[in-house]
């Protein structure tokens, strides 16, 4: 099961992201453990939905180890350093359609925690929102959390920000597409303009005027692209109370679908 699921391939590209173990002067603390066996508890985590107290002996590391240590590699961003790694070795690699980028938004259940808010979609339940910004094949570039009655328009600009340059096949990195496609939900005056500006052709629905349906050809790629996120199954209710470890789960799904992609090309 580990080797399924975190291949050799893919722990070549972690290991060197992965901060080095600190013992403290004073003795005592965490005891050092196999830091492969841990990350791969965490991916087993985030796929199955269970809760860390559940976690298998088979992996060899305690539940209260790979807890601490998720923790401690969310503080130091590895789960954003993982994702930009896979990315960058799937520029490289002529991977990404630059043509456009695509965005889209699901909410899901929220049970505690900060970036919750009463759902609009369900009866005003408190929910969390997923918000995901993919290449013109659905590959998802950025991800981003919020309240789930955060409003559509304020969350593209801060999607747009976060694309990384990314390594490219040829040429400088890239971190600007050639359209962005989005429903009625983005559209804004301020949006549209905002993107002109940045030299991003504006492919986004207006109210009354233009119907989300002829988007459907494209939109379908960000709704598989969400699909693709929500089997990990840590991610369809949320229960994490802090609101930077469901995002952290978040990104490191992203981060595993990316790679997904990456396997399929050097296939």
Not at 15 to 42: C, K, M, N, Y
Not at 44 to 71: D, E, M, N, Q, Y
């Amino acid at each position: 099961m580990s080797l399924r699921l975190v291949p050799d391939e893919l722990w070549l590209l972690v290991r060197p992201l992965l901060p080095p173990f600190a013992s403290r002067p004073q003795g005592g603390g965490t005891a050092p453990a196999d830091e492969r066996a841990v990350f791969t508890a965490v991916v087993f985590v985030l796929t199955s939905g269970c809760a860390w107290r559940h976690l298998p002996p088979s992996f060899g590391v305690s539940p209260a180890t790979a807890h601490r240590r998720f923790a401690a590699w969310t503080e130091v961003g590895l789960w954003r350093r993982l994702h930009r790694a896979v990315l960058d070795e799937l520029g490289a690699r002529g991977g990404l359609d630059w043509a456009s980028a695509i965005v889209g938004a699901a909410s899901v259940r929220a049970k505690r925690g900060a970036l919750t808010g009463p759902n609009p979609v369900d009866r005003g339940k408190p929910g969390s929102k997923l918000h995901v910004l993919s290449d013109a094949q659905g590959i998802p570039v950025v991800v981003g959390v919020s309240a789930a009655n955060t409003n559509d328009v304020l969350t593209l600009k801060p999607l747009v920000r976060g694309i990384p340059a990314v390594r490219s096949r040829r040429g400088p990195p890239r971190r600007r597409p050639g359209k962005l496609r989005a429903d009625k939900a983005y559209h804004s005056a301020e949006n549209r303009s905002w993107l002109r500006g940045r030299g991003i052709a504006v492919r986004i629905a207006r109210p009354g005027v233009e119907s989300s349906e002829r988007l459907g050809r494209h939109r379908w790629k960000i709704e598989r692209t969400i699909a693709w996120l929500f089997s990990y199954r840590r991610l369809t209710v949320r229960y994490k109370r802090k609101a930077s470890h469901f995002l952290a789960f978040l990104g490191l799904a992203a981060a595993l679908t990316c790679y997904k992609k990456l396997t399929k090309i050097t296939t």
